[in-house]
Each structure stands twice: as C-alpha cells, then as structure tokens.
C-alpha cells in the first residue's frame, strides 16, 4: 500500500496567521492519465469529514480561497493562508491513484 | 439538495451480524461511486472500499477483505456495508462518501459498537 506520511501531526497557530501541512508519499500519485491524485480532507470535531482539495490543488465548491494545495509527485502541501477559528479540526491527505486508497494519519490544527 | 443518509447507531454483541446502509437522494446514485470509510475511537480515516452501483464493481482495501462485505441496491438508491461475525474490534464510526464533479458528499455517520 502507499504510505502517506503527515507533518506536522499537532499544528498550534494564532489566527489570522498563515498554516502549512506537508504530506508525503511512498510512491509517486501521478497517473497515467496525466492527473495526480491527492486530495485533502477537513474533519471539524463532530462532524464527518469533507473534501477541500482534489487532483492536488483543484478547491471544492464552496471552499474558501485562503485554503490552497500545492505540489507534484510525492510531495505535497496544504495552506491556509490566514486561519480562522472554523478551521479549528484534523486534516487529512489522501491519495486516489493507487489501490487501496490511503489517508495519511491527520494533523490536528489549534487555536494557541 | 445531494444527501447520503445512513442508518442508525447499532449496538451489538461479539460473533452477531450487521448491515448499515447508506442512501443516496437527490442526483444519479448508479453513475457515482460510494466509499465506505472506518473511523475507530479518536483515530484517523481508513479507506475501507468502494462501490460503483450502476454495475455493483466493487474494490476493497486488502485489510478489508474477507472481513466485511460491500454492496449496493440500485432500485432503492441504497449503499451497504455488513458482517457476518462481529468482533469488539469492529467498534468505530463508518461513514459513506460520494464525489460529484467539484464537491464531495458525506453521510452523518453510523456508530456501531460491539461489546459483551
């Protein structure tokens, strides 16, 4: 299975301030079809998860714009460019080439 | 409106069976695939598999496999995730998922807990 690896896993920010995750891969998430398939997922506590990103830095509808994704291959970043107090949760990579798909293990983000 | 409705809190003992369901309203549910994710106590997401209902072509995750069973009924636009033989193990949270295009969809969750 491909590992996703998370970084860091506790992330304390002060709001208004920027954010950045990192998730790695054990192999490269780029297709045959010329897509790479890493998503990023929100999880708020209580609530079920949900997409922010696809094919890497592709927004889901109503996401807003100070979430962005970078990257290629096996390395890849989520920002948040000025966090808000709503974006208080656990945050997920996963990727969709390989089967099975794989999440990576989550990076809690806080309020300092 | 997109919705996947699942079914309710289960509450089981070792060695029962159990089938949760998960029901698409509001778009095409045969022309989108479901995933079906694990969420044990204060853990992370497991991908456990994936239904395609138009044509019921499913792939598990090998971890998976052989422990639970994934399928769909296209006539009632209704997901199912069940077992055969429960184990303490299996307590956790199990979400159903779809993507459409730009967004993807959630059901609320179904919390089953296996216990003596």
């Known amino acids: 299975d491909v590992v996703m690896t998370q970084s860091p896993l506790s992330l304390p920010v002060t709001l208004g301030q920027p954010a950045s995750i990192s998730c790695r891969s054990s192999q490269s998430l780029a297709y045959s079809d010329g897509n790479t398939y890493l998503n990023w997922f929100q999880q708020r506590p209580g609530q079920s998860p949900r997409r922010l990103i696809y094919?890497?830095?592709n927004r889901d509808s109503g996401v807003p714009d100070r979430f962005s994704g970078s990257g290629s291959g096996t390395d890849f970043t989520l920002k948040i460019s000025r966090v808000e107090a709503e974006d208080v949760g656990v945050y997920y990579c996963?990727?969709?080439?390989?089967?099975?798909?794989?999440f990576g293990q989550g990076t809690k983000v806080e309020i300092k | 409106e997109v919705q996947l409705v699942q079914s309710g809190a289960e509450v089981k003992k070792p060695g029962e069976s159990l089938k949760i369901s998960c029901k698409g309203t509001?778009?095409?549910?045969?022309?989108?695939?479901i995933t079906w994710v694990r969420q044990m106590p204060g853990k992370g997401l497991e991908w456990m598999g994936i239904i395609y209902p138009g044509d019921s072509d499913t792939r598990y995750n090998p971890s998976f496999q052989g422990q639970v069973t994934i399928s769909a009924d296209k006539s009632i636009n209704t997901a199912y995730l069940q077992w055969s033989s429960l184990k303490a193990s299996d307590t956790a949270m199990y979400y159903c998922?779809?993507?459409?295009?730009?967004?993807?969809?959630w059901g609320q969750g179904t919390l089953v807990t296996v216990s003596s």
């Open positions: 509001g778009y095409s549910f045969t022309n989108y695939w």
């Open positions: 996963m990727q969709g080439t390989h089967w099975p798909r794989t």
């Open positions: 998922a779809t993507s459409i295009v730009t967004r993807d969809y």
């Open positions: 094919k890497v830095s």
